[in-house]
């Protein structure tokens, strides 16, 4: 199985910063690469696909690129809406694997 | 508008069998790969497996001997079953459509994402 490990877990930030999370894929994924997110009771959100193909719908602050196996999802500027748990998922085979989440919280 | 629900008992007893139904309203269930993944108490997501339309089925190494998928394209539902539960079993447990995007960035030919969820259900083993 490809292990999928994000950092930080969980980070603490202001409304109107910028925020990284980062996901490391344990081999090459190349792009197949997503990221959701998840509030609380909630279903997940697909955010971003394919590393940086934003959804439809989808703020524009939120974006999305990758360096080898490494991927980061960065919020140009945090909304009180945003804070929340953010999964990668690698979708280059199966078993299809998620990170272990990274929760954002509001400081 | 897509929408998936999530049906079933809430509480299952240990060594019993877990069965869920996924209703799919707004869209056809004949196409894409229909997915199963559950999340417990407080932890993480793990993806339990998918199947298509036609019926052939994918599924998580860790719990492929006791998973089964199905899908009825006459009632736009698919299934889920998962024999001889235990505490661990304990989950919300989600449905999702897994779509493709078409590249010729390499050979594989598709982007793959869980693009529309259920909102889950809640189920809980205890005796």
């Known amino acids: 199985d490809i292990q999928m490990t994000q950092s930080p877990s969980s980070l603490s930030a202001f409304v109107g910063d910028r925020v990284t999370i980062t996901c490391r894929a344990s081999q090459t994924i190349t792009r197949y690469l997503n990221w959701y997110q998840q509030k609380p009771g909630k279903a997940p959100k697909l955010l971003i696909y394919?590393?940086?193909s934003l959804q439809s719908g989808v703020p524009s602050r939120f974006s999305g690129s990758a360096s080898g196996t490494d991927f980061t999802l960065t919020i140009s500027s945090l909304q009180p809406e945003d804070f929340a748990t953010y999964y990668c998922q690698q979708s280059y085979s199966t078993p299809r694997t998620f990170g272990q989440g990274t929760k954002v919280e509001i400081k | 508008q897509l929408q998936l629900q999530e049906s079933g008992p809430g509480l299952v007893k240990p060594s019993e069998p877990l069965s869920l139904t996924c209703s799919v309203s707004g869209g056809s269930i004949s196409s894409y790969y229909w997915s199963w993944i559950r999340q417990p108490p407080g932890k993480g997501l793990e993806w339990i497996g998918y199947?298509?339309?036609?019926?052939?089925?994918t599924y998580n190494p860790s719990l492929k001997s006791r998973v089964t998928m199905s899908v009825d394209t006459s009632t736009n539902q698919f299934s889920l079953r998962l024999s001889s539960v235990t505490a661990a079993d304990t989950a919300v447990y989600y449905c999702a459509r897994e779509t493709g995007q078409r590249h010729y960035y390499d050979s594989r030919g598709y982007f793959y994402y869980m693009d529309v969820w259920g909102k889950g259900t809640t189920v809980t083993v205890s005796s």
């Open positions: 394919a590393a940086s």
């Open positions: 199947m298509s339309y036609s019926g052939s089925t």
